[in-house]
C-alpha cells in the first residue's frame, strides 16, 4: 500500500529493494519522486523508503500546522509501521531538517546520517539567510507559484545544458500549492537545532555544494560538530543530488558500506554529457506519477 495514515494524517510513500534500511526524505518544493537518481544507485542493495512530506507530492498538508518536528514524529511513525527499527537517513536541504530531528530523536536507532545542503538552523539571523527566506516568500505571494517556480528553477540550474533539468524542476515546484510551499517554508525559518546536536550519534557525511545559497561556513562547522566527513562539490548549486548526480550516488554508495569516500578530484558538479544521458525512465518518478492509482 503506498498510503499510511496516522491519527488523521496521510503520507504518501514508496519503497524500492530489500536489504538495510535507508529513507531518503526530500526538500522544500520537492517530493519523493526527486530522489530518482538516487534511488537507482541503491535499490539493488538496499530497502529504500521514499515518503512524501505532509503537503508534497501526493501527501495532504499537515492537519496542524507545519513543524519540522512533527514531521519527524510521522516518519518514525511510519517506519515502525513498516517494522522498521533502526534506518539510514538522507535528507537534501529541509529533509536534512527533519533528518536531523529524527536522529536526535532516537539517536539508538541511527547508525548513518547523511545531510546535503543542510544546517542546524534556518532562522534568519544574518542578512543572507533573510533574504532566502522572505524574497522567496514575497516572490510567490506576489507573481504566484508557476512564475515563481519557473524563475527558481532557472537559478537552481542556470546553464544552457541544463535545461532538462530545469524544466522538470519548475514543472515540479509549480505542482505544489503556494500555501503548502509558504507553510514548509516558514517552518523552516523557525527551526533550530544547534542546543540538541549533541544528541546525535550517528555516524555523519555532510554533502555541500560550493555554490549553494546558505552558507558553506556553516556546513563546514555542523560536520564538524558532528564528528562527520564533508565533501564539498564544486560548480555544483543547491540541486545537488539532481546537477550532481555521479559524487552524490558515489559519496552515498560509500558512505553506506563504511567505505573510504571519493577523492576530492571528483568532488565536481556532473558535465553536460552526463546530464544528457540521465533518464527517468524505469525510475521511482515514474512509479510516483502512477501512485494514485494504488491506493487500498
Known sequence: MAFYNNDGQTIHYLQRGQGEAILLIHGLGCSGADWAFQVAALEKKYRVIVPDLP?????PPPSDGYRIEAYARLLWQLLEHLGISKVNLVGFSLGGAVALEMAAAQPQNVPRLALINSLATYRPHTLRKWLE???????????????????????????????????????ALAAIPATNYLGMGFALAHWAILDRLHLVRSKVLVVAAENDFTPLQEKIELARQLHGNIVVVRGSRHGTPFDSVQITNACLRA???????PKEPLWLCDSEMH??????????AEEHAMSPLLID
Not at 516568500?137 to 542556470?158: D, E, K, N, W
Not at 558512505?255 to 569516500?261: T, V
Open 55 to 59: 503537503g508534497c507530492g501526493h501527501s
Open 133 to 171: 527566506t522572505y524574497l522567496a516568500a514575497s516572490l510567490v505571494q506576489l507573481i504566484g507559484m508557476p512564475r515563481a517556480a519557473y524563475l527558481m528553477a532557472t537559478r537552481l540550474f542556470p546553464q544552457s545544458w541544463q535545461r532538462a533539468l530545469r524544466e522538470h524542476a519548475a514543472k
Open 255 to 261: 558512505f553506506l558500506r563504511d567505505a573510504a569516500l
Open 275 to 284: 546530464v544528457k544521458n540521465l533518464t527517468l525512465a524505469g525510475s521511482i
